[in-house]
């Protein structure tokens, strides 16, 4: 389902799904931000190593709430201004937009720092979610503010009474942003789907993004392990989508922008915008539709398509979501 899944998060879903015992929950997540905590003691090491004979480590907290975790700043890589290679887009020749270099500022990317402080306003938005012309379930999106120093952004879609029964669906994400930098800290997924349930985190250490997941089906526990070998900045699923909520989005039309999600590394830009008219509480709004290409490893998905409506005058909302996929269209429409 690829990008599809992580724009919106949506999950098709089988009907012997089940929700994760907390206990296990716990488990499971410890378990994770151990293997994280590993990796970051490896990467402290070589750096001992390569930089200097003395290095002053700061004591890293083996505490990971279960809820929300919020984990140290990155590390900082000093490849920040090497230029990311591209490839070719699929079955067409043509060059796919190179990214500019990233370069060691307050915020990396020009177009986030002009947006800073509306990315960070506390929101919460609903959304009715259909499936084939269904309405199955809802959709939340919201932000909260954690401390001084972070702040998360979250996403939850959960089924509606009767449709529980035919497909379960509860499922989350949740980021940790750096309010300075704009940086996804840490990202932490929980799907309930298909008779299995699973846990996830997905963060920066050193270079490298690397993303670990522990699974439960039928009482047996799998595990996968990706790294994605990226410097820079780069969004999460949630922050793009506030990004584009809150941006000139005619500004960035012609940018590539990286998202990495599930330890999968994808590249967006804007094809094409167009202003439609829409009725919203009984009224008339007009809306910006927004249609993206989504890149994966240099080439063009043509099977995948997301759309996005957002209001044009005054309150920049996003109004719609919509992907297209294989099983059909999935669509959420904004009700509060």
């Given amino acids: 389902m690829g990008n599809v899944v992580l724009i919106m998060f949506l999950f098709i879903v089988g009907c012997s799904s089940y929700k ?3 206990r296990d929950k716990e488990s499971l997540e410890n378990e994770l931000m151990q293997k994280v905590e590993n990796k970051e003691k490896s990467e402290l090491s070589k750096s001992e190593k390569v930089f200097s004979p003395i290095v002053e480590v700061k004591k890293i907290n083996k505490s990971y709430p279960p809820k929300v975790a919020v984990s140290e700043s990155p590390v900082v890589s000093q490849k ?5 290679e591209v490839g070719k887009v699929n079955g067409k020749g043509k060059s796919m937009p190179s990214l500019s270099s990233v370069k060691e500022e307050k915020i990396a990317s020009p177009y986030l720092s002009e947006v800073e402080d ?3 306003e506390k929101f ?3 959304y009715n979610v259909s499936l084939l012309g269904v309405v199955m379930g809802q959709l939340d999106r919201f932000s909260q503010t954690i401390n001084s120093k972070d702040f998360i952004l979250g996403g939850k879609l959960k089924n509606r009474s009767f449709y529980k029964y035919l497909y379960s669906i509860d499922d989350s994400l949740i980021t940790t942003m750096d309010k300075e930098s704009l940086f996804p800290k840490l990202v932490n997924l929980e799907k309930n789907e298909n008779g299995s349930s699973a846990v996830s985190v997905q963060k920066v250490v050193g270079d490298k993004i690397y993303f670990f997941e522990n699974v439960l089906k039928k009482g047996r526990k799998s595990s996968k392990e990706r790294v994605v070998d990226f410097a820079g900045h780069y969004f999460d699923p949630l922050l793009f989508l506030r990004f584009i909520e809150v941006s000139d989005v005619g500004r960035i039309k ?3 922008f990286p998202i990495v ?3 999968k590394l994808y590249h967006m830009k804007v094809k094409k915008i167009e202003d439609v008219e829409k009725k919203y509480n009984g009224k008339k709004a007009i809306l910006e539709r927004i249609s993206f290409d989504t890149f994966r490893n240099g080439k063009l998905k043509t099977d995948q398509k ?3 409506e957002k209001f044009k005058e ?3 909302t996003i109004f719609s979501l919509e992907g297209k996929m294989k099983v059909g269209v999935l669509y959420g429409e904004l009700v509060e």
């Avoid at 920040?80 to 990311?84: H, N, T």
């Fill in 80 to 84: 920040r201004d090497k230029k990311l």
């Fill in 20 to 22: 994760i015992a907390e």
């Fill in 314 to 316: 005054g309150n920049t």
């Fill in 261 to 263: 999600f599930r330890g």
């Fill in 124 to 126: 919460i938005h609903r």
């Fill in 306 to 308: 997301i759309t996005i």
């Fill in 254 to 256: 012609n940018e590539m």
């Fill in 118 to 120: 509306q990315i960070k």
